[in-house]
């Protein structure tokens, strides 16, 4: 995390862009940096099953506000507009956003924050319950990023009879393919992932060899960073946050902010 002096310059620019996503379909998103000359890290944020809501623009922002270069695609684009809660209901109602569309959106939104001129050329992936799972799915799927970050994703472990035409595959069974280091934040308490399907992955990930650091809050279940809900746990998710940017400061280097 960036250590701030009283006398440092500051400033952002948020704003929503467009950009190509899955095979070149232009598809909007939520751009947050920081102002000056960089060179600043990139992140890709993949919104949770609650759509791509006003939580998901603050967490763009956050990043920013941390050094980074932080854009968040609306992965529901196809399905049309509405409200968040809206859109979100209409996709479960489709049978959930076809995996294949997802990875082409995040891997498009990845290769758009390595093109600009701010960029020190490594970018990560965050997502958060379905976003997780999908962040963990583009990380296996593709070889754009250097570290990937998982917060309680579930169905990463799919059994055969709750696979989709959209869901194919399990993200578990793509574990060999995982092309950057891993970190996974969950809750004791969750119902999905629960902690035998965390233990399932992480069985996978040392099989494979794979680079990755899980942790495993008691007392918390699903969502425990979302303050606006009663699944926050204040504890984890400040401990969680922290684990986080040291991850990616790790892997993605150092952010860089104008003095």
Same mark, same amino acid.
């Given at each position: 995390?960036?250590?701030?002096?009283?006398?440092?310059?500051?400033?952002?620019?948020?704003?929503?862009?467009? !950009?190509?996503?899955? #095979? =070149?379909?232009?598809?909007?998103?939520?751009?947050?940096?920081?102002?000056?000359?960089?060179? &600043?890290?990139?992140?890709?944020?993949?919104?949770?099953?609650? =759509?791509?809501?006003?939580?998901?623009?603050? &967490?763009?922002?956050?990043?920013?506000?941390?050094?980074?270069?932080?854009?968040?695609?609306?992965?529901?684009?196809?399905? =049309?507009?509405?409200?968040?809660?809206?859109?979100?209901?209409?996709?479960?109602? #489709?049978?959930?956003?076809?995996?294949?569309?997802?990875?082409?959106?995040?891997?498009?939104?990845?290769?758009?924050?390595?093109?600009?001129?701010?960029?020190?050329?490594?970018?990560?992936?965050?997502?958060?319950?379905?976003?997780?799972?999908?962040?963990?799915?583009?990380?296996?799927?593709?070889?754009?990023?250097?570290?990937?970050?998982?917060?309680?994703? =579930?169905?990463?472990?799919?059994?055969?009879?709750? !696979?989709?035409?959209?869901?194919?595959?399990?993200?578990?069974?793509?574990?060999?393919?995982?092309?950057?280091?891993?970190?996974?934040?969950?809750?004791?308490?969750?119902?999905?992932?629960?902690?035998?399907?965390?233990?399932?992955?992480?069985?996978?990930?040392?099989?494979?060899?794979?680079?990755?650091? &899980?942790?495993?809050?008691?007392?918390?279940?699903?969502?425990?960073?979302?303050?606006? #809900?009663?699944?926050?746990?204040?504890?984890?998710?400040?401990?969680?946050?922290?684990?986080?940017?040291? &991850?990616?400061?790790?892997?993605?280097?150092?952010?860089?902010?104008?003095?």
């Amino acid at each position: 995390m960036h250590p701030y002096t009283t006398d440092m310059y500051e400033g952002m620019l948020a704003e929503t862009i467009m !950009l190509p996503g899955h #095979s =070149g379909e232009i598809i909007n998103a939520y751009y947050a940096r920081p102002l000056g000359p960089g060179p &600043f890290p990139g992140v890709v944020l993949i919104h949770h099953m609650p =759509g791509w809501d006003e939580l998901y623009r603050e &967490f763009t922002r956050k990043f920013a506000h941390h050094g980074y270069l932080a854009i968040s695609p609306n992965i529901y684009f196809r399905f =049309g507009h509405a409200s968040p809660d809206d859109m979100s209901a209409k996709v479960r109602g #489709s049978g959930g956003v076809p995996d294949a569309s997802v990875v082409g959106d995040i891997d498009g939104s990845a290769r758009y924050l390595k093109s600009l001129p701010l960029s020190n050329g490594k970018v990560g992936v965050f997502g958060t319950c379905s976003g997780g799972r999908q962040a963990f799915l583009v990380a296996c799927r593709t070889k754009t990023f250097d570290a990937a970050v998982n917060c309680w994703g =579930g169905n990463v472990v799919q059994p055969k009879e709750k !696979l989709t035409p959209a869901q194919p595959v399990a993200p578990i069974d793509y574990t060999k393919d995982l092309s950057c280091p891993l970190l996974g934040l969950f809750g004791e308490e969750d119902k999905n992932p629960t902690p035998e399907n965390v233990r399932q992955l992480e069985e996978e990930l040392k099989k494979y060899g794979k680079n990755y650091d &899980f942790t495993m809050y008691p007392g918390a279940g699903h969502g425990f960073f979302y303050y606006p #809900s009663v699944a926050y746990r204040p504890e984890a998710a400040v401990d969680g946050w922290k684990k986080m940017f040291t &991850f990616f400061e790790k892997y993605l280097g150092t952010p860089g902010r104008e003095r």
